[in-house]
């Protein structure tokens, strides 16, 4: 027999700790004790009706410790009926939500179906009709070509004005140089420019081409 049984065992005797397995080996070590003992008959008559009164006891504790067990069990099948009707309970209730689920998507999709035929009742009532679209058409056509040529001649004049501003950048640049050298105190010695290197091949974002150009213009 293993510790736990011998430990399921004491405990299913003792009960809740009120002290049933002592009492019962109390009442062995008495009985074995009245057994061998060689008092007078009157003290053996008390031991035995002390005996007596002690295994009333231990019958009644075995009897209600047998009525609690009968009663857990009649409670552990109970619990399981009620266990078992839970369970049905939540299948049935996953089923009905899975019907309500998909009734509420099919009425969802009426819906938008509804919703897109109105909006589209709309639209045809609300659409002008062809010659009018077409003439719209037309109007918009023209003012785009006219658009993209005002465009074409912008980047024409835009580039134009580049080409200007590089002119104008390199011949200032070599006229810095120019007197850079002039200025510099030893013929040999080569200037050092400190100004930034400006990059020709981009447009310059600070500068105003319009107002340069202009000023180019009336020059």
């Known amino acids: 027999m293993g510790d736990e049984e011998v430990i399921r065992r004491r405990l299913m005797i003792?009960?809740?700790?009120?002290?049933d397995a002592r009492v019962m080996m109390m009442f062995m070590k008495s009985f074995i004790k009245?057994?061998?003992?060689?008092?007078?008959?009157?003290?053996?008559?008390?031991?035995?009706?002390?005996?007596?009164?002690q295994l009333a006891s231990i019958e009644h504790s075995s009897l209600k410790w047998k009525a609690i067990v009968s009663m857990?069990?009649?409670?552990?099948?109970?619990?399981?009926?009620?266990?078992?009707?839970?369970?049905?309970?939540?299948?049935?209730?996953?089923?009905?939500?899975?019907?309500?689920?998909?009734?509420?998507?099919e009425a969802r999709q009426v819906r938008r179906n509804r919703l897109e035929y109105d909006a589209l009742a709309r639209l045809i009532k609300?659409?002008?009709?062809?010659?009018?679209?077409?003439?719209?058409?037309?109007?918009?056509?023209?003012?785009?070509?006219s658009l993209k040529s005002k465009r074409d001649q912008l980047e024409e004049k835009l580039s134009l004005r580049r080409k200007q501003l590089h002119v104008l950048?390199?011949?200032?640049?070599?006229?810095?140089?120019?007197l850079l050298y002039d200025n510099s105190p030893s013929q040999d010695e080569e200037p050092t420019l400190v100004d930034e290197i400006i990059d020709l091949t981009k447009p310059p974002a600070t500068i105003d081409l319009t107002s340069t150009g202009a000023?180019?213009?009336t020059s």
Not at 34 to 53: A, G, Y
Request: proline letters at 3%; charged letters at 25%.
């Open 72 to 105: 857990n069990q009649e409670e552990i099948k109970h619990y399981e009926l009620l266990r078992d009707e839970t369970s049905r309970s939540v299948e049935d209730a996953y089923v009905a939500i899975g019907i309500a689920k998909q009734e509420l998507e």
């Open 126 to 145: 609300e659409h002008p009709p062809r010659s009018d679209t077409a003439n719209k058409l037309a109007h918009l056509t023209q003012h785009l070509h």
């Open 14 to 19: 003792d009960g809740d700790g009120t002290g």
């Open 215 to 217: 000023a180019m213009d």
């Open 34 to 53: 009245w057994c061998s003992t060689d008092d007078s008959p009157q003290e053996c008559q008390n031991q035995f009706d002390r005996l007596l009164t």
């Open 169 to 178: 950048v390199t011949a200032l640049h070599q006229l810095q140089q120019t």
